[in-house]
């Protein structure tokens, strides 16, 4: 029997999604060309929704103590998330190769196979499989699965194999990044601008390690790539700081450029791309990071709905639909940003301009939402409840028949769905055993909504349906029939 899927890539995505695979009983194996994580760290932190989204599989607290960012920004402009209704905050200052281990304990721990030092160097598409080429320790092999995909990065090899196009804007900056040890900086933690359209940042990351990124007129995009010298580092710092870092060392360091791509196409028949494989950005507050682990958490259990037989029709394909639109949002927000971030004088107007509007409440929403993550609607259908296709708030609880609390998080940790349904509607807007049909794909939780923080019940949904990746698609009143959402996004009834 083939296996449920073969993923490319051991980052942060790929194990996310091995992880989610493996919760629906997937047989998953992982492949990565290295012999071993790099323990590099491009990503520090994540934004509020993905912050959410890990918390709705258990994985937050396993992260340790967490900084959360309380202010935001776009391009540079300051956006005070304390001031919104919603919590917007983010994760500052978290090492990406520390997610990376986490997730990679979680994925391994649920069974998924992860093997090093092999590279994927061709496939073969059948109709019910792809069979993958792949070069390891032991020399040439071959392994099939139902469906493979890449989460093998902006070069990605699955997005070249399978012939996908990424069309895109080439690079015009370049910027240096770089971890110093023994620079003792002050913190630049949202970066500062340098006449003549530079930009400096600084962050503490460890107690005598900075994390720096220097944009500097006039870098060549790409140049030093594969032969970056910290005296090149060292020189621009000084030239745009006045300060000397000569005398201090980089545990490691890259060179950046502002290209943009984007997958034509998520899927192609049995090959999947997801995160940077699918799209590529300017670096920018890690949302690189933060939309692939939204993408691999889409992504996962349709996919695995599909490969266990109880798919409803289209369900696979939605991946692209939901995904690509966030994709190409991204891309738009990302350059919008940089323009406004690293450009000279000349874009100091519409700075000031950008001052003003995020005073108002509705403009700061707006921007706060797209950098946060949490503004991602999809087009559920069903009815007209404002929910629909929004997330649910994972930190709402409701307090059940015997008083025992539930977090939504909590009970979104097996990645199946959740139909919660207050007193109102348990005493008979709906029959009490509908989603019986739906047992293993559909849990359901009875009692009231319990206030929490700042958080009210007034409002809240008589009864809602949400995905496992914690979408809305059916809430009551006004969401539609619950049957039909079931069955649209959980197959017939067995």
């Not at 069974?111 to 061709?122: D, K, S």
């Not at 739906?438 to 958080?455: C, I, K, L, M, Q």
């Amino acid at each position: 029997m083939p296996k449920g899927a073969i993923i490319v890539g051991a980052g942060p995505v790929g194990l996310m999604l091995a992880g989610e695979l493996r919760l629906a009983g997937l047989d998953v194996v992982v492949y990565d060309k290295l012999p071993a994580p790099t323990g590099e760290s491009r990503g520090l932190g994540f934004t509020g929704r993905t912050a959410e989204v890990l918390d709705q599989r258990g994985l937050l607290t396993r992260l340790g103590e967490l900084r959360w960012g309380k202010q935001g920004h776009f391009g540079g402009v300051r956006i005070d998330f304390g001031k919104l209704s919603e919590n917007h905050f983010g994760v500052m200052g978290l090492a990406q190769s520390r997610t990376e281990e986490v997730l990679g304990e979680w994925a391994a721990g649920l069974g998924a196979a992860i093997r090093r030092g092999c590279e994927v160097t061709g496939f073969t598409e059948a109709d019910d499989h792809v069979v993958v080429d792949f070069e390891g320790p032991d020399g040439p092999g071959q392994d099939t699965a139902r469906y493979l995909v890449g989460c093998d990065g902006a070069r990605s090899t699955v997005r070249r194999l399978a012939g996908i196009d990424f069309p895109g804007l080439a690079a015009t900056r370049g910027m240096y990044l770089a971890d110093v040890v023994g620079a003792d900086l002050r913190m630049r933690p949202i970066g500062e601008g340098v006449p003549g359209g530079g930009m400096v940042l600084s962050v503490p990351l460890e107690p005598g390690v900075d994390r720096i990124v220097i944009h500097e007129p006039g870098i060549r995009p790409g140049h030093g790539v594969g032969d970056l010298t910290f005296t090149e580092v060292a020189d621009a710092w000084q030239r745009m700081t006045g300060e000397s870092i000569h005398h201090a060392s980089a545990r490691w360091m890259a060179a950046l450029t502002n290209a943009t791509g984007q997958a034509t196409e998520y899927r192609s028949g049995r090959v999947l791309l997801v995160g940077d494989a699918a799209h590529d950005h300017a670096p920018l507050g890690a949302q690189g990071l933060s939309v692939g682990l939204q993408d691999a958490v889409n992504l996962g259990w349709k996919l695995a709905a599909t490969v266990n037989g109880w798919a409803p029709e289209g369900l696979l394909d939605s991946y692209h639909s939901e995904r690509h639109p966030v994709g190409r949002q991204l891309i738009r927000n990302t350059l919008a940003q940089s323009l406004i971030y690293l450009s000279g004088e000349e874009m100091e107007p519409l700075r000031e301009v950008m001052r003003e509007l995020v005073t108002i409440p509705d403009a700061a929403r707006l921007l706060a939402g797209q950098v946060s993550g949490l503004d991602v609607r999809y087009d559920v259908e069903g009815g007209g409840h404002p929910l629909l296709g929004l997330r649910l708030d994972p930190a709402l609880e409701l307090t059940g028949p015997n008083g025992a609390r539930s977090r939504v998080a909590t009970m979104l940790h097996p990645a199946r769905g959740v139909l919660i349904r207050t007193g109102a509607l348990a005493d008979g807007a709906e029959p009490a055993g509908l989603a019986e049909g739906w047992s293993g794909r559909v849990d359901v939780f009875t009692g009231t909504w319990a206030p929490t923080g700042n958080t009210e019940t007034e409002g809240l949904p008589e009864a809602v349906l949400l995905r496992p990746d914690g979408h809305v698609v059916w809430a009551a009143p006004e969401g539609g029939k619950l049957r039909d959402a079931l069955e649209r996004w959980f197959g017939a009834p067995a």
